[in-house]
């Protein structure tokens, strides 16, 4: 059973936008909550990441929001540059006795057009 | 070398051979990590080590046989794979089973 879902496989934003990216997860025990980035032919990289007992977490370009009523977060990238395009996965964690086990989206593939 | 390197970066194999893919962590982590990545899926956690230890075997069919010899290196050994075993097959590591884990660039593996 999948508990992170990131119902957008794929996303297109022009250069400069705002491009949104989102994240719904099912399992409210969830207490950390990571965006990674993969380039192709490279393994994911981490990009930012949010504790559950804060709203929002903001680092440059890259604003990642909490809504845990709602069970939803979501990654804002502003502006939007060419080098952002490449696929985004949503990760979770859960802490089961003494570590925490990573849950992953299947990941939104973005493309950034001049 | 830096970071988490994987050999190979690709593999071919028949469904009677035995292979192996290797992971190699630069960065003093003692936590590594085996997932699985197919097409349009999430990644999947396979094999947890911590301090050389196997910490999690997540269901994984018997066909997968992880060997972590020491805190920087990890191996795959694989025999009797089948078709639907063809998948990204990715190394991680982190310090002391934290959350942020960096991941090497994979191997792709082809099943025939």
């Known amino acids: 059973d999948q508990q992170v879902k990131q119902n957008s496989p794929s996303l297109s934003v022009q250069e400069g936008r705002i491009s949104i990216l989102n994240c719904d997860y099912t399992n409210s025990m969830f207490d950390y909550f990571l965006w990674y980035k993969k380039y192709p032919a490279e393994g994911p990289t981490f990009l930012i990441s949010i504790s559950s007992i804060k709203d929002k977490n903001e680092d440059g370009r890259f604003t990642v929001f909490l809504n845990k009523s709602a069970k939803h977060l979501s990654l804002h990238i502003v502006p939007s540059q060419p080098g952002d395009s490449a696929v985004y996965f949503c990760?979770?964690?859960?802490?089961?006795?003494?570590?925490?086990?990573?849950?992953f989206g299947a990941g939104t593939q973005v493309v950034v057009t001049p | 070398e830096t970071g988490v390197t994987q050999t190979p970066r690709h593999l071919v194999m028949g469904m009677t051979n035995k292979k192996s893919l290797k992971c190699e962590q630069h960065?003093?982590?003692?936590?590594m990590y085996w997932y699985k990545q197919s097409a349009k899926k999430p990644l999947e956690l396979m094999f947890v080590?911590?301090?050389?230890?196997?910490?999690e075997n997540n269901s994984v069919p018997s066909r997968f046989s992880p060997e972590c010899p020491n805190s920087s290196h990890l191996f795959l050994h694989l025999h009797t794979l089948q078709p639907e075993d063809s998948a990204l097959y990715l190394c991680a590591s982190s310090q002391d089973l934290s959350y942020e884990q960096f991941f090497g660039p994979g191997t792709r593996l082809t099943v025939l």
């Open positions: 080590y911590s301090l050389e230890e196997r910490v």
């Open positions: 990760a979770a964690n859960l802490r089961t006795d003494s570590w925490g086990k990573l849950q």
């Open positions: 960065l003093g982590h003692n936590a």
